[in-house]
């Protein structure tokens, strides 16, 4: 079977699929470190990028060792408040790092081409799903999950897509869009106070309540790594979308786009962890990797 997946063209593509059609949680993820270990050597890339992969591999380390330091910190003086996925929430930054230089070493015209049919796929049966009132069978839970992808894939075709019938595309995600609007930011005053318990270095990756249930990314990231880990957080968010921006300076149509894309995600993450999601994750890196592909960077 391995075999099998390594004839592909360009082996990113199943993740595509993966993320997007996958009902087990855990497929994704181990399908990506695989793919990442046994390729990442082993095919040329296409692109000369081996910087832009070493800085990515940095930044996901330094995230790695944050939350190892945050989690100590947080058992040594604020006592054990902690579950059995916590060691699985330790690990998510090494495989997401392992995802994402493999992800900027490999993505070429194929696998865009396969993250703008499957995300086709998703929107038009989110759609036909819709309208024929099997709504509970969306592929996305909850339902503001459905809403950012589709906000992302509408923004894609908008701006950035070379698809013939892009306009149509983006119209039929914005339409999802619409199903998918929340009915107001969560509360988050008791997530504050409990953030204050231990601002600096914050309570690493303990699942207990409100931090499970919080739909707050920038939230979540202050209660699990407190100010030093959610400032190096963002600013290398921030480096991402610094970059983004210089690749695309000379195109103003992908400028434009790449802006509003970063902007509704900066937005769209006030309200929902999508980020830690590993599936909205990757789907979010695909899209940007395919704005930098399509600027020749």
Known sequence: MIRGVLRLHNPMSAVVWLALFAPVPYV?????????GLILYSHQAPWESRRPAREAAAIFFLLALLDVVS??????F???????????????????????????RHHDGTVRRTVESALLAAIYLTLFLR?????????FEPVESMGYLAALAAIHFAFISRAPLRFAHAA?????VLFCVPAGLPSSREALGLFWGSPVFGWGPASYEP????????????????????GLILTGLCFVGFRLLRDAWNDRGRLLGAAVFLGFTSGMLMTGAFLEDFRLFALTAFL??????GSGS
């Open 78 to 104: 604020n006592g054990v408040r902690t579950g059995p996925l916590d060691l699985w929430a330790l690990a998510r930054p090494l495989l997401a790092g392992v995802f994402s230089v493999y992800l900027i």
């Open 211 to 230: 931090a499970s249930s919080l739909g707050n990314q920038y939230l979540r990231w202050m209660l699990r790594n407190g100010i030093l880990g959610a």
């Open 28 to 36: 994704l993820p181990a399908a990506a470190l695989i793919l990442g």
């Open 172 to 176: 039929a995600s914005a339409t999802v």
């Open 131 to 139: 309208t024929t009132g099997l709504w509970s069978w969306s592929l």
């Open 71 to 76: 989690y100590a910190y947080s058992m040594a």
């Open 288 to 293: 940007i990797a395919g704005m930098h592909e």
